[in-house]
């Protein structure tokens, strides 16, 4: 009963903190601490307070209130959390930071099949590229299955909508750091249409096949091969054409690495120092040899 009174009590006072900060009439310092106190003992008092900062607040208690709104579900399920934090992922007012924390904390608070903003992160062109970062790492942590379908739509997507190339290049990243032995199996039966993308049709004679292909060889260029060699016999026009000439691409590729690597008996061996004769050979001094058991041993003349 002490406990909770003096919990209760910390509670307290760290909302007086935060909501000071959030006016301007206490040190912004105090108000993060504040903050992150109520992540680890905030109870259903602290949960108005913490929404209204997640929208009223400076950037940086934003963020950390997105983070203590999480920890204080966790103990206290409430859907007015769950609304705030959707709202602020799908803001595009606020600020990235606040963004990625609110995802980050979506992440701790709701199942695979409540993510609906994060997925609608990964569907927006606007979406910048941490914020669709932090979405990818939450919905990981709540074991979604599709997000490898995900990350191949942004792939696809960006093709039009990202003329620079940077989701293209963030998308490649993150199937290359993407923990499924399968992935490269997946791509290919997408490119066949033998797996459906949701938010993305691909037809198997389209030029998106070929920009498949070639992400397979991006994303894991060794295990691809094997793939492409097939795919060059069995398959479409398009994609046979494509795995042929990401095939070549791949062989020069080592090629190049193979005539830059240095080779046995070139500059790097003959550079090796060699051995200091001028005093003659050098020799070791044999080990005196020892006596069998129980044999005395004797001195050297």
């Known amino acids: 009963m002490l406990g909770f009174l003096l919990n209760r009590f910390r509670e ?18 105090a108000a993060l601490a ?10 259903r008092k602290s949960i108005q307070p913490l929404c209204f900062a997640l929208t009223h607040a400076p950037e940086a208690l934003r963020a950390e209130c ?9 103990r206290h ?25 609110a ?15 994060l997925i609608e992160i990964l569907k927006s062109p606007r979406s910048p590229i ?35 190339g940077r989701v293209r290049a963030w998308a490649v990243e993150e199937l290359q750091a993407l ?17 459906k993308l949701r938010f993305r049709a691909v037809a198997v004679t389209s030029p998106e096949v070929a920009d498949l292909v070639h992400l397979m060889a991006l994303v894991d260029a060794a295990g691809a091969t094997r793939f492409l060699s097939h795919m060059v016999d069995e398959s479409t026009r398009v994609i046979a054409d494509a795995a042929a000439q990401q095939l070549e691409e791949l062989r020069r590729r080592g090629a190049k690495r193979s005539a830059q690597a240095p080779q046995a008996g070139g500059p790097a061996a003959q550079a090796a120092p060699k051995p200091d004769t001028r005093h003659g050979p050098r020799t070791t001094a044999a080990a ?14």
Not at 91 to 100: C, F, I, L, N, T
């Open 34 to 43: 504040a903050a992150a106190r109520l992540r680890d003992i905030g109870g």
């Open 179 to 195: 923990d499924d032995h399968e992935k490269l199996t997946k791509i290919h039966e997408i490119a066949h249409s033998r797996r």
């Open 77 to 101: 399920p409430d859907q007015q959390i769950l609304e705030a934090l959707n709202a602020a992922v799908l803001s595009d007012r606020q600020a990235e930071k606040v963004r990625a924390a």
């Open 130 to 164: 941490p914020v669709r970062s932090a979405a990818v790492q939450a919905l990981k942590k709540l074991g979604y299955i599709e997000v490898l379908e995900r990350l191949v739509e942004n792939y696809l997507f960006s093709r039009e909508e990202d003329p620079s």
């Open 66 to 74: 997105a983070t203590a709104l999480a920890g204080v579900h966790q």
């Open 103 to 117: 995802a980050l904390a979506l992440g701790n608070c709701v199942d695979a099949r409540r993510a609906g903003s």
């Open 288 to 301: 005196p040899r020892k006596p069998p058991p129980g044999q005395a041993p004797t001195a050297r003349k």
């Open 12 to 29: 307290g006072k760290a909302v007086r903190s935060l909501e000071a900060g959030i006016s301007g009439a206490g040190p912004p310092e």
